[in-house]
């Protein structure tokens, strides 16, 4: 248990749905980030909010979404997506204000169908 | 831009037998690195960081990694393996002006018995 829950664990949705990631840490983080990890490629940021602004948007197609209300919660919201977004996603955050390590949740594995 | 390199896709060793895991970093700027794990299905877990002081910096099971500035290297060694680290390691930067965490393409190390 690294202090960063993701919900759900698995879904798989059609093409035509949309969902949403969620992301919770209580360990009083104000950097929060999403990253897509998929099969033979490398760890790829996605979003990074720190202090609820989002910083960084790593030129990510408009079919995800995030949003940060707080600096507790993060999501990915998805809709129209392609079956190459099939992809374990992961949550993360960090201090945000100095440099220590980011924790990470166990992950979201999406599948589309 | 940081960038971290991960030459070596999979490592596969004997039991008992050392092993070193290579990573070589670019950055501009003052750089903090990390070495995470990860097994089947899980998110990423910190093994160890160097963030300031000692450049040689070590984990709780064994493992350590040397910050090299002159070669750019922040190498991970363990003298003696066992089956359980068979799992995904990546190396990653982050610097203190982004808070962004750019992680190597991952090696994989399969322990043999």
């Known amino acids: 248990e690294t202090g960063v829950t993701q919900t759900p664990r698995h879904l798989v949705m059609g093409m035509t749905n949309k969902k949403s990631l969620k992301c919770e840490q209580h360990l009083g983080h104000n950097a929060m980030y999403w990253y897509k990890q998929s099969a033979k490629k490398p760890l790829e940021l996605m979003f990074v909010y720190n202090f609820k602004e989002q910083t960084e948007n790593n030129s990510v197609p408009s079919r995800f979404s995030p949003e940060c209300p707080n600096s507790s919660h993060l999501f990915l919201h998805l809709h129209t997506l392609q079956p190459e977004d099939s992809a374990l996603y992961l949550c993360?955050?960090?201090?945000?204000?100095?440099?220590?390590?980011?924790?990470f949740g166990q992950g979201t594995r999406l599948t589309v169908v | 831009a940081q960038s971290v390199t991960q030459l070596d896709s999979q490592v596969p060793v004997f039991e008992e037998a050392p092993v070193e895991l290579r990573c070589n970093y670019s950055?501009?700027?003052?750089?903090?690195l990390f070495w995470y794990v990860q097994y089947p299905n899980q998110g990423l877990q910190l093994l160890l960081k160097?963030?300031?002081?000692?450049?040689l910096v070590e984990s709780i099971n064994g493992f350590e990694a040397e910050f090299n500035k002159s070669q750019t290297s922040f190498h991970l060694r363990k003298p003696s393996v066992h089956i359980s680290d068979t799992a995904e390691y990546f190396c990653?930067?982050?610097?203190?002006?982004?808070?962004?965490?750019?992680f190597g393409t991952g090696t994989r190390l399969k322990v043999l018995a």
């Open positions: 990653a930067v982050t610097d203190s002006g982004t808070y962004k965490y750019i």
């Open positions: 993360a955050s960090s201090l945000g204000d100095r440099v220590t390590e980011a924790f």
């Open positions: 950055s501009s700027v003052s750089v903090y």
């Open positions: 160097y963030l300031s002081g000692s450049t």
